[in-house]
């Protein structure tokens, strides 16, 4: 058998013997092979090659694969354990089949992908996701049965087979008026929000997508296959396949851009889909395949429908006759909205665009109406969405909002109070607007805001003749303040209300419980958590008493002491008061997400206890609740994966951690797209999960992506940056790169030093990360100065005991170690030491290097009977 | 050869050290789908033109060089990458047609392709080929990995030289005495 060394040996020999003659060769052969006529075989065999054509190897590549590469042929086969009958069309994006299983009787249509093909290494993975595709299961939706690849690598789906007509076809073999059409696509619309309510985007709506089946019921097909695509790098990029995959006249104009696609693109789709419905004719006529992209993009404005239709109907068109001006114009306006150039001004959500159309079928005024209420109303929430979202407000509160607006804009206050209640229309308008809101969105301190703020306040000054919506409004606007971070408005507010309600009701009603509650959450933020507690527990008093038991605000008021004393870090005393609040949230009236929300900070109190079995199990029915309610894919789910994962890397676990953070950032991604901050904020927990497995060149790149998109968000200098930045600086130090350590953590501490007043404790932590930096270029003098000063930050703002001194006074200790300075580093280290023994949740690393440390320190000394006393306490804690 | 020692083999040479597996396995995968969706549309447009692979690895890295997966790779490590692809496409599609002729493949319903036949001897010469560079690989993997690269991705020997981080004459040394040995495997197959 052949090895390295022997094969050396053959090598040697050929390159001595090759340019021999024939006499000579033959006599060095015999020399050397004397005794190995295996040497002498192969040697021989060598040659004899070497003399002629290698065949293959020299017949160049170019031959055999023009010979070889003419790739498959499409030609009919059978797709285990489908037999494929005959062709049910062609597209861009490759060929449909009939299909049918004899064993069972069904039947299916597979698409089958051209050109394109996974490498082996990516077709088990694309195989495998079928069960993570997020099933539809919607009537109107079109299920997606299977996906897989041929033996060749090409990617094919397994679908529901339909029998029906094109969207179009269907509505002019039918001759369908105008509302039979509408009708029609409303059910698009609800079909394409249920999708999107699970994160699901389509990416390629277009009439041939939608079939309408004889009983006349509509079926979307293709739903989840972009999606999958996209997954798998076959349609994102604009550049390779993702051009010929769209169908251009019914792409947004982001699409187009190569921009990846969201929900937005799907309502822009569908109001090209009613422009074709209303008009018979696309919106631009004249889009080829191979068009400008760029041209396109820009300046892309669209002929009215009803203009359109009016010069085909001149042509015998009848679809549009009867229909009056102003109906027109209502058309004109829901179709111009949908498909609105900036994504922005488009209708939020296939809902909304859902919604006008019923209104217009109501005969009811339009929500996109520019001279409506609600349009006002709309525009309203939509500047201002910000602050809407942020406050997390009940959306009955929110609806308060709106109205007292709608008293400012109308004068017809009594009108507009009647308005709430009618809330339904109002709640459901409202939720589509805060699908997706985001309370950290936006800079809150942006000036339009706090200025409609004001105005709000002073709105609802003017509302003093109704003392009990003044006072909610006063609440409510308190939140909102409290939210944006403005303390010292929000507590005038709440305080306002709270007195404002005492006149009314006494000082016992269910409002000033629930107002109290508030004010006691307002005192956590403000670090006055004496304060909180007491009143909390005022709150729960005042509820108890004056309620029946299983009254809402008791709930709401116990849950506020829960989470009160979990920030002061009772967490045993924090628990069972949370239980109860889950207990008061598990009656049948309560909805389930109020119940989610308590057992969510139920479980975070029992994670800081550290009782994480508990925490787990706990999350695990949290996670189940926000499935079931908002479907797999949704930001609250993703939040609950996150702790999950927290859980894991908590307890050491980092393979874990890292497969719940990956799974959550696989929805925030999907849910808030690629350059939202907290899909970067799902990158840096990813990352971290990736550092303590040691996987520093996988976290690296995440941590960039990270910082790329919170630069975006919030601007290079911001302390969200910093954190990333210093993710990226502490991945540099521990691979061993202190040099590029350095360049991050010079950077963080810049950013904070703008950011932050002088002597803010985050701007000693990247003092102090600059410095271990240093010592790990063995600048320990460089080093030295970055400790102390790092100490004297943290010991004005934060305590002389506070864990950060004590690491950076064990740092400090180690890099006087270093210099051989052993009884000032005695000093530090065990000053560190001694700090560090003192906390709750001492970090065991830590404790552990400085007893290193002083081992060394103590030896250094002579003083060998500390050495040994601190060297069994190192032996102790490994043992543990 | 499969996945594994795909990103292994790469990973030995000493301009990839740096670059991580599943970098190294993303750019392996799209490389080896561009090359296949290159070689389908030029038999679309052209069905007659010759296929240069060397062309195509080049169409490939202009194609992807923008592509995130593929910004940190230089355009001589991705011809690299992209001779292993190509390797591997050539090797599955000739085992393919192997199963094809063996009727090993369920389900089919029609047989598909002319001259099957003619192409066998390629087909059996670089299933031939590729065994034999595993087990050249295991004697030396240097000689192996120039072999692939020069004979699968059509780099010079200046490049490999470049790559690999040995003179060009003892790279010359090397081709002479692996393909003298190859040939007497491949001898066996034709």
Same mark, same amino acid.
């Given at each position: ?641 996150? #702790? &999950? !994962? ?9 393979? $874990? @951690? =890292? *497969?719940?953070? +990956?799974? /959550? ?103 102090? #990360? &600059? !410095? ?9 003098? $460089? @080093? =030295? *100065?970055?400790? +102390?000063? /790092? ?90 | ?190």
């Amino acid at each position: 058998m052949m090895d390295a060394r022997r094969w050396e040996r053959v090598q040697a020999l050929f390159h001595t013997v090759v340019e021999l003659g024939p006499e000579q060769r033959t006599q060095a052969l015999q020399r050397e092979c004397a005794g190995d006529p295996a040497l002498m075989t192969e040697v021989l065999r060598m040659l004899e090659a070497d003399a002629r054509s290698a065949g293959l190897l020299d017949a160049g590549l170019p031959q055999i694969a023009d010979q070889m590469l003419p790739a498959t042929p499409m030609g009919r086969r059978n797709i285990s354990p489908w037999e494929i009958r005959h062709i049910l069309g062609e597209g861009g994006m490759g060929t449909v089949f009939f299909a049918v299983r004899p064993d069972l009787g069904t039947s299916a249509a597979i698409k089958v992908l051209r050109d394109s093909w996974l490498s082996p290494a990516r077709r088990e993975r694309f195989a495998h996701e079928q069960y993570n595709l997020a099933q539809l299961d919607h009537p109107n939706i079109a299920r997606l049965l299977d996906a897989s690849t041929l033996e060749d690598g090409t990617p094919y789906f397994v679908m529901e087979y339909v029998e029906g007509l094109h969207l179009d076809e269907y509505c002019d073999v039918h001759g369908c008026g105008m509302r039979e059409r509408l009708r029609l696509f409303r059910s698009v619309c609800e079909a394409v929000q249920f999708a999107h309510g699970r994160a699901i985007i389509h990416r390629d709506l277009k009439p041939s997508n939608v079939l309408v089946t004889s009983n006349a019921s509509v079926k979307l097909l293709d739903f989840g296959v972009a999606k999958r695509l996209d997954e798998f790098g076959l349609v994102s990029d604009l550049t390779r396949t993702g051009l010929r995959m769209l169908t251009p006249a019914f792409a947004a104009p982001e699409q187009l851009r190569g921009e990846p696609a969201a929900m937005g693109a799907d309502v822009y789709s569908l109001g090209v889909i009613l422009y074709r419905l209303l008009t018979g004719r696309l919106p631009f006529d004249d889009l080829r395949r191979d068009l400008d992209l760029a041209a396109l993009s820009l300046n892309r404005d669209v002929v009215r429908p009803s203009l359109v239709a009016r010069r085909v109907q001149q042509k015998g068109n009848a679809r549009v006759r009867g229909i009056s001006r102003a109906s027109w114009n209502d058309l004109d306006v829901i179709c111009l909205k949908a498909m609105h150039n900036d994504a922005g001004q488009r209708y939020a959500s296939a809902e909304a665009l859902r919604r006008d159309i019923d209104h217009y079928l109501a005969g009811e005024p339009l929500e996109a109406r520019p001279d409506t209420h609600w349009y006002r109303t709309r525009k309203f929430v939509r500047r201002h969405r910000i602050v809407v979202a942020a406050t997390g407000l009940s959306l009955l509160a929110a609806s308060v909002l709106i109205v007292l607006f709608m008293t400012r804009l109308s004068a017809e206050r009594n009108a507009a109070i009647a308005e709430v209640a009618r809330t339904q229309r109002i709640q459901h308008f409202m939720q589509n607007l805060f699908d997706g809101g985001d309370p950290d969105a936006g800079p809150s301190h942006d000036l339009r805001v706090a200025a409609l703020l004001d105005k709000g306040v002073q709105e609802a000054a003017a509302l003093d003749k109704d003392p009990d919506i003044q006072a909610e409004l006063y609440q409510n606007l308190g939140n909102i303040y409290r939210k944006l971070g403005d303390l010292s408005r929000a507590e005038m507010l709440f305080n306002t209300a709270l007195r404002k309600r005492r006149q009314l009701s006494g000082d016992s009603s269910a409002a000033i419980a629930e107002t109290t509650a508030m004010l006691a959450l307002l005192r956590v933020d403000q670090a006055k958590l004496d304060e909180a507690e007491r009143l909390a527990r005022e709150a729960v008093a005042i509820s108890r008493g004056a309620l029946p038991p299983e009254h809402p605000t008791i709930a709401i008021a116990t849950e506020g002491l829960g989470r009160v004393l979990e920030e002061k870090g009772k967490y045993a005393d924090s628990i069972p008061v949370l239980e109860e609040a889950v207990r008061l949230r598990s009656s049948p009236r309560t909805s389930g997400s109020d119940l989610a929300g308590a057992l969510y900070e139920l479980a975070n109190a029992y994670f800081y206890a550290g009782k994480y079995k508990d925490a787990e199990a706990i999350n695990h029915r949290v996670l189940k609740i926000n499935r079931e309610i908002y479907g797999a894919q949704h930001p609250r789910v993703a939040e609950v994966l996150v #702790n &999950l !994962g927290a859980i894991q890397q908590d307890t050491g676990n980092y393979p $874990e @951690a =890292e *497969k719940y953070q +990956r799974e /959550a950032l696989g929805i925030t991604r999907t849910f808030f797209g690629e350059t939202h901050y907290r899909t970067a904020a799902g990158f840096t927990l990813v990352a971290r999960s990736l550092v303590y497995q040691k996987k520093f060149d996988e976290a690296a790149p995440l941590l960039r992506d990270a910082i790329a998109v919170q630069e975006r968000v919030f601007g290079r200098v911001h302390p969200r940056v910093a954190s990333a930045v210093n993710e990226l600086g502490t991945v540099a130090l521990q691979k061993g790169d202190p040099e590029g350590a350095k360049k991050q953590f010079r950077r963080m501490l810049e950013i904070y030093k703008v950011v932050y007043p002088e002597g803010h404790y985050l701007i000693g932590t990247a003092t102090s #990360n &600059l !410095g271990s930096a240093f010592m790990a270029s063995h600048d320990n003098v $460089e @080093a =030295e *100065k970055l400790f +102390r000063r /790092a100490i004297a930050v943290f010991a004005r703002t934060l305590s002389v005991d506070h864990l950060n001194t004590a690491i950076a006074r064990v740092k400090l200790g180690r890099t006087l170690l270093r210099q051989r300075r052993f009884a000032e580093a005695e000093a530090e280290s065990s000053a560190g030491y001694n700090i560090l023994r003192k906390q709750m949740n001492p970090s065991v690393t830590w404790l552990n290097s400085a007893r290193a440390d002083l081992v060394e320190i103590y030896g250094a000394l002579g003083q060998t009977e500390k050495q040994s006393a601190i060297r069994l306490q190192l032996a102790q804690a490994s043992n543990r | 050869m499969d996945q594994e020692s795909v990103a292994g083999s790469l990973k030995k040479s000493r301009d990839v050290h740096d670059v991580d597996r599943a970098e190294l396995d993303q750019v392996f995968s799209l490389a080896y789908e561009e090359l296949k969706s290159l070689a389908a549309a030029v038999r679309r447009s052209h069905p007659s033109a010759p296929l240069s692979p060397t062309t195509m690895v080049n169409e490939a890295w202009l194609k992807l060089a923008r592509t995130p997966a593929v910004a940190h790779t230089s355009p001589l490590h991705f011809r690299r990458i992209a001779a292993c692809a190509m390797r591997q496409v050539l090797v599955s599609e000739a085992r393919r047609r192997h199963a094809l002729k063996r009727g090993q493949l369920t389900g089919l319903s029609i047989s598909l392709e002319e001259g099957v036949a003619d192409r066998t001897l390629w087909d059996d010469q670089v299933l031939a080929l590729d065994e034999a560079l595993v087990e050249l690989s295991r004697l030396n993997a240097r000689q192996a990995q120039m072999v692939e690269s020069r004979f699968f991705g059509g780099l010079e020997m200046r490049e490999i030289a470049d790559l690999l981080d040995v003179s060009e004459a003892t790279l010359l040394r090397d081709w002479r005495a692996a393909r003298a040995w190859l040939a007497g495997r491949l001898s066996g197959a034709e």
